[in-house]
DNA sequence: TTGGTCATGTAAGTCGTTACATGATTGG
DNA sequence: CCAATCATGTAACGACTTACATGACCAA
């Protein structure tokens, strides 16, 4: 349920319509928790209903509307007592690892193909951790330099040294990740015999 | 959509009622793949009605049954199918690096709490995974032992080495995680001056 | 005038969580 | 005889997924 807190982080640096959050979910912290806006646009009414954004309605042309949404101040406290309170993990569920104990079930191809798929994927997830950590360096996240705008000067190292250790560790997660599946291809060439050129 | 394929694993080795396999996922396969009972039982059923499994009431004393499940061939190939499928990944959704990027909104003693959480969430599941490789090497885990009984011999050291690689992955991640989490509380110390004593 | 993007949803379904519910058997 | 453990579920709810649906605005 960290979905509202990820949209109060986006919201607390300023009014914002629900397009514009879902936007941001795809460049800022979607890259940490994603969320599709058939569950946005639904999550916003429902924290504008618990008071804890205020929601204005606008005009747009002739006939077109969209909705500014405002934190509220049960809004930032909301946020504040989540930053306070102990964090929730859910239950290990980790299909990659599950189907790795199991590997001696499946061809040397099979084998392959699959830690290749799981190097592929995280090389993916790299690309975008490392893009967010260059963007961050570069003052060239436009949610993170909204952020500064409003942010006192003495708070603006603490801001960007948080940013740059969340991402930092995701980077270092994802290269463990190919590290491992690595580790996975040389195992099955020496349990197997090595691949056959294609 | 992997608690099947989770089940199928054990089924495999031989039969065995829902009860057993839910002791199981808490002592092996949990330790990838956790499931509740409430889960295990209706999917077992279901499984049942697909063909993927054969269930064999049994008498227990005077009045009591228990339900035995076989794997039939079309539950076998299920298995072997999900092997050779392209992994799933679901998309990024990690509330401990979302509440990481916005620390500046915690006071030190709130990241702090957080993070050492964070170790101390990480340091059961090493303790549990490097639990769990001591068994492997030990041949000391019920279901890898009754897993070996029924393995031709030149797929032992395959079975047992495989094991040996999810495991291991696993105990890399906690410990990259735990790394990550001290040096947030080194990055807090230098940020925020470092802690009082209590 | 047309295609992209702005804008906002609904609906059906799956997976998982938490809590509740019940009763039999067996070993000490 | 009593506690542990064997044994099997149901019910309600919440989060997320996938697919569908609609329409306005704006720039080329």
Redesign the pocket.
């Known amino acids: ?4 807190y990820a949209l109060l982080a986006l919201v607390r640096v300023g009014p914002q ?7 941001q979910f795809a460049v800022s912290v979607g890259h940490v ?13 429902r924290m504008e209903g618990e008071g804890l954004l205020a ?1 204005e ?12 949404y405002h934190i509220t101040p049960a809004g930032e406290q909301a946020f504040l007592d989540w930053m306070a309170s102990p964090p ?1 993990y ?2 290990v ?1 980790d299909p990659a690892h599950l189907r790795a104990a199991y590997l001696e079930a499946a061809t040397p191809a099979q084998g392959r193909a699959f830690l290749r798929a799981h190097i592929a994927q995280w090389e993916g997830e790299l690309e975008q951790w490392r893009g967010e950590l260059v963007r961050i360096d570069a003052a060239d996240n436009p949610m993170l330099v909204r952020r500064l705008a409003v942010t006192a000067d003495e708070d603006r190292e603490r801001t960007i040294a948080y940013k740059r250790f969340a991402y930092e560790g995701l980077v270092e997660r994802a290269l463990g990740e190919i590290q491992w599946a690595r580790s996975g291809l040389d195992l099955i060439d020496r349990l197997e015999g090595a691949e056959e050129a294609p």
């Open positions: 349920m960290s979905l509202r319509s629900g397009y514009e959050l879902q936007k928790w994603h969320a599709p806006d058939s569950q946005i646009y639904p999550e916003l009414r929601g309605e606008q005009t747009r042309g002739e006939r077109g509307t969209r909705r500014l929730d859910q239950r569920r």
